[in-house]
């Protein structure tokens, strides 16, 4: 016994190899260092799919199963009776203590809140698993620094004896050291069996914490078995750990290897492998149905190296007494044991973690594997520290056996009183930690709600008092029959982030094939009824659906009616007393997206939310800073900021580049390059050589030739400026732009207007519907805008900053707007039985037609203008509707109001005259013709402003000019210079002669839609005898309509002139397009 | 040494009787906690079929919470083009899968199926937590307390429906982020949750879980052309407080296949086996103690029978 003594060993500490392994310990710690400055991610490779990598199933999982040779050796050795292993003991105690010291380092680093380690001994939760993980750990390390410390105490008194470095120190406190040493030795049997006990409960534990996851540990590995299966292995692993640590020991130091005393420790393993190994098959062929060998290719190999390698073959090495009295295949047998239960944790841990979602597998990152093996090579760094300072492993001989003893001679010898004390002292505190212990877990079991006591359940929300009087928004705008605006102040209260919606019967009613209730599905008895009537069910046996009229064919008095509203039932969702009733939100929604997201058109039934709901602008007032007075570029800056894609939006919109697809220009339907920059017209001529005037009407600084890509150009305030103070052209100094842009907000007719009011240069002279007095118009003036105070962008629909609708002369196109949008096709059918008749109508004739009877209603608009009579002074203007009739720069010009507009058929497609066309000057020149006539069914008689001109052309190539005007024509008048520079502009050729020529170009018509009563009556374009009910409808008693009769403008004659048009006279009685239709015959003549 | 390895025998055999009491512990049915799902428990119902895809969830998620921007706008529909999870910069993500919701909607070639913590009624996360930083509320919300909490992330290998996730990047304070019904903020609990509340078409309905339940199976009975017979969390790892309704079976829209109790008992009976009233500890500790002393004994008597200390 005592020959096998263990004693320092004097050897160097430093050698090649433990140079190798401070190499490898730096390289490791200096990525351990780069984790705690920069976190897990640039680090690893874990995500929120693998949350433990290597980190766990290495440094912790496989360093604790690893370190089980300290809890086994101590227990055969103590316990057992096994008195003749003693000398592996220490050993094997001081890997365990390393081991775990390394795994509390090791998880320092993989430990987000690392700071917080210590939560734990304060925080009990006994449901965790990991607790009880942390607490044994703990503890364990608590219990092997008590195991350690009579070595670690000999080792110093070693160095006093020796008088090596430090022994001055030491010596003052020699006598606190023994007393220690005699106490340690007193109470040291308790703590061997307690750490047997411990180890015996976190190795299972390990086991324990994958069990929580069943759905994610592949069916290989994952059984209820594991805590036993865990701590199995890990018993198993003891003894070829301690063989494996014998040998490379002994052959480090250069000692004599014991081989009879490793032989005989390595005789218990086969039966420990055996139990393994049945407990281990058992469980697979229980659990036989579960497994899953073809669900991961990677797992099943891993899984076969496990099984073969790390239990069948090392059982089978370790059962031959021929390998159990060889050195070298001892190494084997153990490095197989140790190698299998290290891929059991991987496997457990890693391969066989198949976390549902995730997108790829794991890999330990660079990062991960240095720590990793950085650790290791710690541990065996201080191994040999450990080694060479203190008396560790088993010497041999009798200067060891001395030495041994020699430690002894100080030591004063307890009584058997105090050894009782200690003794018991150190029970009482075993047993309080476990009676403690289990304490927390007895609270967890019986008051496992505990933790829902710690919050509280804060006061639920107090549910909003349901104020009818909220509800008194009409929605439906005062007299206006079709527009509903929907609309609820109590959802409003809540979340207020969009307009409301404008919702029209119109078009809702044909899609949904006149059937109300669609929609109207219950009709409520009262003010009081919140459930109602199912209305399908009210009119079982009745077709509520006819078409046209529906409702009302039989409900005449239906549109007087006051109708309960949505949120008269539909408040809150999930009413107590109701759940299955919906909210209000929900209502409006479903009822709409359930509908639309079945038709097949979703540009005209969309079910994203910005087609329906214009979003509110929050007030910008806390989103921006400037430092002093921002310039427009300054707000641009700030804006694109935040809006970063609605630059590169802009970039690519009609409004900015002033050219793009124009699919209706008949000739260059395929053509992206036509638009405001290159075309002439017979207002202002052409508008590349005069760029001042231009950009005025630009949308920022005006690109110089086609597309420029600075979105730092764009102006925004030009369009979303709702203070109206902005003016492009006006120094900034002037302007308060910080006001305007915290107040940024929805275009407003105002600011489309401040330039689309002004075509042409100056107020209405272009667009004759259109003007400055459409910023608040009359009612009378405009329907839409005067009545219902819609904004251009309730039918100019915009998607990305890009704008429904197109210019007649430069018709880029970027969505399409149109009446029939809102209205539908059919809409005249709730007048009543007239109103079919006037429905035939709309394919024939467009809507404007009728609808827009006169232009020019609120301001007079330019009708004619004399270039040639520019440059003279002294011409007395004369004024007509207050408008002069001379202006120096433009020459004669006349005006008008009220105008009856020209009506053509238009099939939508038209052709412009493009820069370098030829013209006939003796011919009066159309610049831009609408096409279509009456055989073309997709054309329409449409209402047109006409402009008449004289303007310059180039009488040598008999090509219109472009013009020069400012510092050109208006500095000196001289046509020649002035088209020669303007020439130059366009880049086209000048003969050098200047003519005059008659120009007539159109404006189309769709603004200033009048109020129903200024429509066109049938009169108005048919003789009364023609269109009367009686000349078809002859034997209907009572239909005779006065409808007939009605003529709004008397004063107009020869409003359409059919003859001209195509027909043979009134199409009433000659036969229009309609009567094409199969079902009614010719009119009689 | 015959003695000994009787005695090795035994002791491992003991060992493995207490491992394998621990293993075959787990309690019989009546020995579950009841879940405690009172009447004031909280609950959301999610019915997929009426879920249009517009993620105003996500923004109201986004914006009570205060978590950061995401480079998309919430109302850019590419993000549907890959399948998205939880992070820690959004706590709730909607997918998009191919194919109508439900039998009867055919026209529809989506369906959209939001993602967020279930809030189970036995959450395994809140077992495995080391230190209690996961709770479950009073009204059924797991609530995160990050002033205690390690980030071991252990809550996230427990969570069966791969849930929390966690600041990767963050070097000193990480905290593990997910879902946590809108409870954090002040007072709130018990409130509608923020995505709840901005859900158009009330595909998210909030309320108590008992009413929820009688909604959904009011809805199942009313049309069974649109719903399968099954309400996903009502009685998956235990029950949890979302409720999902479906058209289409579950794993379909992301509604994995679960056990249907809570992995928190198999960890928790096992657990409690062992240390209830710590009876098998302290036993196995007294077994081993009586084995130490009696060898130790002996040998004592052996060595003063040969002070050589000699040994065959």
């Given at each position: 016994m005592s020959g096998h003594a263990p004693q320092t060993i004097r050897r160097p500490f430093f050698t090649p190899g433990t140079f190798v392994l401070i190499v490898f310990t730096a390289v490791g710690l200096s990525f351990g260092l780069a984790r705690l400055f920069n976190g897990l991610a640039p680090i690893t490779n874990l995500d929120d799919f693998y949350p433990w990598g290597i980190w766990i199933a290495i440094d912790v999982a496989c360093g604790v199963a690893l370190a089980a040779g300290g809890f086994t050796t101590a227990a055969i050795a103590e316990i057992f009776g096994g008195h003749r292993f003693k000398p592996l003991l220490r050993p094997a105690i001081l890997t365990a203590w390393l081991g775990y010291f390394m795994v509390a380092v090791g998880l320092m680093f993989d430990l987000g809140r690392y700071w917080n380690v210590w939560r734990p001994v304060f925080n009990w939760q006994g449901n965790s698993v990991l607790f009880e993980v942390g607490m044994c750990v703990m503890a364990y390390l608590a219990v092997l620094t008590v195991e350690m410390s009579p070595a670690l105490i000999e080792g110093l008194k070693e160095r006093i004896e020796r008088r090596e470095w430090g022994h001055k120190i030491l010596a003052k406190v020699e006598k606190p050291l023994n007393l220690v040493y005699s106490w340690v030795k007193a109470i040291l049997p308790i703590f061997i069996v307690a750490g047997v006990v411990l180890s015996c409960m976190h190795q299972s534990s390990l086991g324990t914490l994958m069990v929580i996851a069943p759905t994610k540990v592949s069916t290989l590995w994952y059984t209820p078995l594991m805590p036993l299966l865990f701590l199995l292995s890990a018993m198993m692993v003891g003894f070829p750990m301690v063989i494996l640590e014998s040998i490379i020991a002994h052959k480090s130091f250069g000692k004599e290897q014991d081989l009879g005393l490793i032989g005989s420790l390595a005789k218990y393993v086969p039966y420990i492998i055996g139990i393994y190994a049945a407990f281990k098959f058992g469980d697979l062929i229980v659990r036989g149905n579960e497994l899953n060998f073809t669900q991961h290719a990677d797992a099943t190999v891993f899984f076969a190296a496990e099984i073969v390698l790390g239990i069948l073959a090392p059982l089978v090495l370790f059962s031959l007494p021929a390998v159990r009295r060889s050195v070298n295949w001892l190494l084997t047998a153990s490095l197989l044991v140790i190698g299998g239960v290290v891929l059991n944790r991987i496997n457990v841990y890693v391969v066989g973690y198949y976390p549902p979602f995730a997108k790829a597998r794991y890999f330990p990152a660079i990062g991960e594997l240095a720590l990793t093996i950085g650790l290791a090579c710690g541990l065996m760094l201080l191994y040999r520290f450990f080694a060479i300072h203190f008396p560790i492993v088993a010497g041999e001989g009798k200067t060891a056996a001395v030495r041994a003893e020699?430690?002894?001679?100080?030591?004063?010898?307890?009584?058997?009183?105090?050894?009782?004390?200690?003794?018991?002292?150190?029970?009482?505190?075993?047993?309080?930690?476990?009676?403690?212990?289990?304490?927390?877990?007895?609270?967890?079991?019986?008051?496992?709600?505990?933790?829902?006591?710690?919050?509280?359940?804060?006061?639920?929300?107090?549910?909003?008092?349901?104020?009818?009087?909220?509800?008194?928004?009409?929605?439906?705008?005062?007299?206006?029959?079709?527009?509903?605006?929907?609309?609820?102040?109590?959802?409003?209260?809540?979340?207020?982030?969009?307009?409301?919606?404008?919702?029209?019967?119109?078009?809702?009613?044909?899609?949904?094939?006149?059937?109300?209730?669609?929609?109207?599905?219950?009709?409520?008895?009262?003010?009081?009824?919140?459930?109602?009537?199912?209305?399908?069910?009210?009119?079982?046996?009745?077709?509520?659906?006819?078409?046209?009229?529906?409702?009302?064919?039989?409900?005449?008095?239906?549109?007087?009616?006051?109708?309960?509203?949505?949120?008269?039932?539909?408040?809150?969702?999930?009413?107590?007393?109701?759940?299955?009733?919906?909210?209000?939100?929900?209502?409006?929604?479903?009822?709409?997206?359930?509908?639309?997201?079945?038709?097949?058109?979703?540009?005209?039934?969309?079910?994203?939310?910005?087609?329906?709901?214009?979003?509110?602008?929050?007030?910008?007032?806390?989103?921006?800073?400037?430092?002093?007075?921002?310039?427009?570029?300054?707000?641009?800056?700030?804006?694109?900021?935040?809006?970063?894609?609605?630059?590169?939006?802009?970039?690519?919109?009609?409004?900015?580049?002033?050219?793009?697809?124009?699919?209706?220009?008949?000739?260059?339907?395929?053509?992206?390059?036509?638009?405001?920059?290159?075309?002439?017209?017979?207002?202002?001529?052409?508008?590349?050589?005069?760029?001042?005037?231009?950009?005025?009407?630009?949308?920022?600084?005006?690109?110089?030739?086609?597309?420029?890509?600075?979105?730092?150009?764009?102006?925004?305030?030009?369009?979303?400026?709702?203070?109206?103070?902005?003016?492009?052209?006006?120094?900034?100094?002037?302007?308060?732009?910080?006001?305007?842009?915290?107040?940024?907000?929805?275009?407003?007719?105002?600011?489309?207007?401040?330039?689309?009011?002004?075509?042409?240069?100056?107020?209405?002279?272009?667009?004759?519907?259109?003007?400055?007095?459409?910023?608040?118009?009359?009612?009378?003036?405009?329907?839409?805008?005067?009545?219902?105070?819609?904004?251009?962008?309730?039918?100019?629909?915009?998607?990305?900053?890009?704008?429904?609708?197109?210019?007649?002369?430069?018709?880029?196109?970027?969505?399409?707007?149109?009446?029939?949008?809102?209205?539908?096709?059919?809409?005249?059918?709730?007048?009543?039985?007239?109103?079919?008749?006037?429905?035939?109508?709309?394919?024939?004739?467009?809507?404007?037609?009728?609808?827009?009877?006169?232009?020019?209603?609120?301001?007079?608009?330019?009708?004619?203008?004399?270039?040639?009579?520019?440059?003279?002074?002294?011409?007395?203007?004369?004024?007509?509707?207050?408008?002069?009739?001379?202006?120096?720069?433009?020459?004669?010009?006349?005006?008008?109001?009220?105008?009856?507009?020209?009506?053509?058929?238009?099939?939508?497609?038209?052709?412009?005259?493009?820069?370098?066309?030829?013209?006939?000057?003796?011919?009066?020149?159309?610049?831009?013709?609408?096409?279509?006539?009456?055989?073309?069914?997709?054309?329409?008689?449409?209402?047109?402003?006409?402009?008449?001109?004289?303007?310059?052309?180039?009488?040598?190539?008999?090509?219109?000019?472009?013009?020069?005007?400012?510092?050109?024509?208006?500095?000196?008048?001289?046509?020649?210079?002035?088209?020669?520079?303007?020439?130059?502009?366009?880049?086209?050729?000048?003969?050098?002669?200047?003519?005059?020529?008659?120009?007539?170009?159109?404006?189309?018509?769709?603004?200033?839609?009048?109020?129903?009563?200024?429509?066109?009556?049938?009169?108005?374009?048919?003789?009364?005898?023609?269109?009367?009910?009686?000349?078809?409808?002859?034997?209907?008693?009572?239909?005779?309509?006065?409808?007939?009769?009605?003529?709004?403008?008397?004063?107009?004659?020869?409003?359409?002139?059919?003859?001209?048009?195509?027909?043979?006279?009134?199409?009433?009685?000659?036969?229009?397009?309609?009567?094409?239709?199969?079902?009614?015959?010719?009119?009689?003549? | 040494m015959s003695v000994s390895r009787r005695a090795f025998l035994l002791w491992t055999m003991s060992a493995a009787a207490a491992a394998s009491a621990k293993a075959s512990s787990r309690p019989p049915q009546t020995e579950e906690k009841a879940p405690p799902a009172g009447t004031d428990h909280a609950g959301c119902l999610a019915d997929t079929t009426l879920c249009i895809g517009c993620r105003k969830c996500e923004e109201a998620c986004n914006s009570r919470n205060a978590l950061p921007r995401p480079d998309m706008p919430f109302s850019d529909k590419t993000a549907f083009r890959s399948a998205r999870r939880p992070t820690d910069r959004a706590f709730t993500v909607v997918n998009e899968y191919p194919g109508a919701p439900s039998r009867d909607l055919n026209d529809r070639k989506q369906t959209y199926a939001k993602v967020q913590c279930m809030h189970c009624l036995t959450p395994a996360c809140v077992s495995a937590c080391i230190v209690g930083a996961m709770v479950r509320a009073a009204d059924g919300a797991i609530v995160y307390k990050p002033e205690i909490c390690l980030g071991c992330r252990y809550c996230m290998v427990a969570c069966p429906f791969q849930i929390p996730a966690y600041e990767y990047n963050e070097a000193l304070k990480p905290r593990v982020r997910k879902c946590e019904f809108c409870s954090n903020t002040a007072g709130a609990t018990g409130a509608n949750p923020a995505c709840a509340a901005a859900c158009p078409t009330e595909a998210l309905v909030f309320g108590k879980r008992e009413s929820l339940l009688a909604l959904a199976r009011d809805r199942i009975q009313k049309r069974p052309d649109r719903y399968l017979d099954h309400i996903y969390g009502e009685n998956e790892v235990g029950g949890t407080s979302w409720l999902y309704l479906t058209g289409r079976p579950g794993p379909e829209v992301g509604l994995i296949d679960v056990p249907m109790s809570s992995p928190a008992h198999k960890t928790e009976a096992i657990q409690h086996g062992i240390f209830r009233y710590g009876i098998i500890p302290v036993a196995f500790y007294g077994a081993l103690g009586a084995l130490m002393w009696r060898n130790q004994r002996k040998e004592k008597k052996e060595s003063e029978g040969n002070p050589e200390g000699e040994r065959p």
């Open positions: 020699a430690p002894h001679r100080h030591v004063p010898v307890l009584k058997p009183v105090w050894t009782a004390v200690f003794r018991g002292t150190a029970a009482a505190f075993l047993l309080g930690f476990v009676v403690l212990y289990s304490l927390v877990h007895t609270r967890a079991i019986e008051a496992s709600a505990e933790a829902s006591q710690i919050i509280q359940l804060a006061k639920a929300a107090p549910r909003p008092v349901l104020d009818t009087a909220a509800f008194t928004h009409s929605a439906r705008p005062e007299a206006y029959r079709n527009l509903y605006v929907l609309d609820s102040p109590e959802l409003n209260r809540k979340t207020d982030y969009y307009e409301p919606v404008r919702f029209t019967h119109r078009t809702h009613e044909v899609n949904s094939d006149s059937n109300c209730a669609i929609c109207h599905h219950r009709y409520a008895m009262g003010p009081e009824d919140r459930v109602g009537e199912d209305l399908n069910a009210m009119h079982e046996g009745i077709e509520v659906r006819i078409q046209g009229a529906s409702c009302l064919s039989c409900h005449e008095d239906l549109t007087e009616k006051e109708f309960r509203k949505c949120s008269q039932c539909h408040f809150e969702s999930n009413e107590p007393d109701y759940p299955a009733r919906i909210g209000l939100k929900g209502a409006y929604h479903r009822q709409c997206i359930g509908c639309h997201e079945n038709q097949p058109d979703q540009a005209k039934a969309p079910s994203d939310c910005g087609s329906c709901h214009h979003p509110l602008v929050p007030d910008h007032k806390s989103l921006l800073a400037f430092a002093g007075r921002p310039s427009p570029s300054d707000v641009t800056a700030r804006c694109l900021a935040c809006h970063e894609e609605t630059g590169a939006d802009i970039l690519k919109t009609a409004h900015w580049n002033w050219q793009g697809p124009t699919p209706s220009l008949s000739g260059k339907e395929h053509s992206a390059t036509i638009g405001l920059r290159n075309m002439i017209d017979n207002y202002d001529i052409s508008l590349a050589p005069n760029p001042v005037l231009t950009s005025a009407f630009h949308i920022g600084d005006l690109p110089a030739g086609g597309g420029a890509d600075d979105p730092a150009k764009i102006d925004c305030l030009v369009c979303h400026d709702t203070t109206g103070t902005y003016k492009r052209g006006i120094d900034s100094q002037w302007l308060d732009l910080k006001t305007a842009a915290e107040k940024i907000g929805r275009p407003s007719r105002a600011n489309c207007g401040s330039c689309h009011f002004y075509g042409g240069g100056g107020p209405g002279i272009k667009n004759g519907d259109l003007s400055p007095a459409m910023v608040r118009p009359r009612p009378e003036d405009d329907t839409h805008m005067g009545k219902v105070d819609m904004r251009c962008q309730d039918c100019h629909a915009v998607n990305k900053h890009q704008i429904a609708g197109l210019s007649f002369n430069a018709p880029v196109v970027e969505r399409r707007a149109a009446c029939v949008y809102c209205h539908g096709s059919a809409p005249h059918g709730i007048i009543g039985v007239i109103g079919r008749h006037i429905d035939d109508h709309v394919k024939a004739i467009a809507c404007e037609t009728c609808h827009i009877p006169q232009f020019a209603r609120s301001q007079p608009t330019q009708m004619s203008v004399d270039f040639s009579a520019a440059g003279k002074d002294g011409v007395a203007p004369k004024l007509q509707f207050d408008r002069p009739t001379y202006d120096k720069r433009y020459g004669t010009r006349t005006w008008g109001r009220d105008v009856v507009p020209v009506y053509r058929w238009f099939d939508g497609s038209r052709q412009s005259y493009q820069l370098g066309d030829a013209i006939d000057p003796s011919k009066t020149v159309v610049l831009n013709a609408p096409l279509g006539d009456k055989r073309n069914p997709q054309a329409k008689i449409t209402p047109f402003k006409v402009h008449q001109a004289v303007q310059p052309y180039d009488s040598g190539q008999n090509i219109l000019a472009a013009v020069k005007f400012e510092n050109g024509l208006w500095a000196d008048y001289d046509w020649t210079k002035a088209v020669a520079e303007g020439m130059t502009a366009v880049g086209k050729s000048f003969s050098g002669k200047v003519g005059f020529v008659k120009t007539e170009m159109y404006t189309s018509i769709h603004h200033e839609v009048s109020p129903a009563k200024k429509s066109l009556g049938c009169a108005d374009c048919h003789a009364p005898q023609n269109v009367a009910c009686a000349r078809c409808h002859a034997n209907a008693a009572g239909m005779n309509q006065p409808e007939h009769t009605r003529r709004v403008y008397p004063e107009t004659t020869g409003r359409l002139d059919f003859k001209a048009l195509g027909y043979e006279g009134d199409p009433a009685l000659t036969g229009g397009r309609f009567y094409m239709d199969l079902r009614r015959g010719l009119p009689p003549k | -």
